[in-house]
């Protein structure tokens, strides 16, 4: 095996130890319905396998370490939106710590890099975003305001005890990176898988998505000024991600296991969050996987990708519209990871160290290379936002 597949497989093992540790309850939740039935089971898909030993007949079933985190009380994003400036002038990269397997070790060697900021014209690099305190990498998830300044990002602590921390960082007028502000919580969670973040239209909220060690999922809204945290669970999915802020942060849209479009109510969450349900907006057709989420500004319609097909349905649910169905290269993944600027008009994503701009107006793909001046085409080819 390469030094990169196994960099790879290293990284990724962590995410599948997680993953496969428990075993979803079907009936734990409570589901209501937007113009869909309930998400049909996932097909079988290719996965890695992980030889575990056999549990004893008197092994105790394996808990999250952590309760729920009930401190912030208004998990709704009620403030005035960052407004959208235009066409994006800059994105965002980020990446996972770069791993090298001296010899024919079989202990990885870490090494850091950072998030950077890039020009979203022509790909260039304009500057490294530096890391707070306790974070030594960046990490593979950043998030975007509507305003094409402000982002949320992960970082990734140190090799030995891993764990993700989130920070903010807003850019000036030139693209450069003021100084970043960490997010300290003031609940404890398990933060060592993160399946993606989204950050509100007000810059106000952080909300992110982790499995459950011993089944179920939970998505977390954030204050990223007080550190206050309000959590939710499912126990039906192992897997949420894609997460999008309604433009009025009452609600958050995702992902549940690549099978369907959900919806959470933040303002029943802030209620009862006992009796919170979620609702399904689209179910995936066949066995094409969903991936990512964006609201349109007006809130009324959510983008996702169907495959390689960008779409947009109703958030009431209803027929789909297809607005793009880019060429990928053979070797890329089944699905379309994507964000969305903050008019709605033009879609970023990234393959093998190069961005691709989507109109969705006209459905024209162009790309410009990713350069970095840190290990530059070393890794995985990082994630972006705009």
């Not at 007080?226 to 009452?250: E, I, V």
């Not at 609201?295 to 959510?302: E, F």
């Amino acid at each position: 095996m390469s030094s990169r597949a196994r960099a790879s497989a290293t990284l990724a093992g962590l995410v599948l130890a997680v993953l496969v540790a428990g075993c979803a309850d079907p009936a734990a939740d409570r589901v209501s319905l937007v113009g869909a039935t309930q998400p049909p089971a996932s097909p079988p898909q290719p996965s890695a396998t992980l030889l575990l030993p056999r549990p004893s007949p008197s092994s105790s079933p394996v808990r999250h370490p952590f309760p729920l985190a009930t401190s912030l009380t208004e998990p709704m994003a009620t403030g005035a939106p960052l407004p959208a400036t235009g066409r994006p002038r800059f994105f965002v990269s980020a990446r996972t710590p770069l791993v090298h397997f001296p010899g024919s070790s079989k202990t990885g060697v870490f090494t850091p890099v950072p998030p950077a900021v890039h020009d979203a014209g022509t790909g260039a690099f304009i500057a490294n975003i530096p890391l707070p305190p306790g974070i030594s990498s960046s990490w593979q998830l950043v998030a975007a305001a509507r305003d094409n300044r402000t982002f949320a990002i992960a970082g990734w602590t140190e090799p030995k005890n891993p764990e993700i921390r989130f920070f903010l960082v807003r850019l000036g007028a030139d693209g450069r990176p003021g100084k970043p502000v960490a997010i300290t919580q003031t609940d404890p969670d398990d933060l060592r898988v993160v399946q993606d973040l989204a950050l509100s239209a007000d810059g106000t909220r952080l909300a992110y998505a982790t499995p459950l060690i011993g089944g179920g999922a939970k998505i977390s809204v954030l204050d990223v000024a007080t550190g206050r945290r309000r959590d939710w669970k499912t126990m039906t999915h192992p897997m949420l991600d894609s997460l999008s802020w309604a433009p009025d942060g009452r609600s958050l849209a995702y992902v549940l296991g690549r099978r369907a479009i959900a919806s959470l109510d933040l303002t029943r969450l802030a209620a009862d969050p006992d009796r919170t349900t979620y609702q399904i907006i689209k179910n995936a057709t066949g066995a094409t996987p969903i991936e990512s989420l964006a609201h349109t500004p007006d809130g009324s319609a959510l983008i996702y990708a169907s495959g390689h097909t960008v779409e947009r349905v109703p958030v009431t649910g209803g027929p789909a519209q297809v607005l793009a169905h880019p060429e990928l290269p053979h070797d890329a993944s089944l699905t379309l990871r994507f964000t969305v600027d903050g008019t709605g008009e033009h879609l970023l994503y990234t393959h093998e160290w190069r961005a691709y701009q989507v109109g969705l107006a006209d459905g024209a793909v162009t790309s410009v290379p990713i350069t970095v001046d840190e290990r530059p085409g070393e890794g995985d080819s990082p994630r972006a936002a705009w």
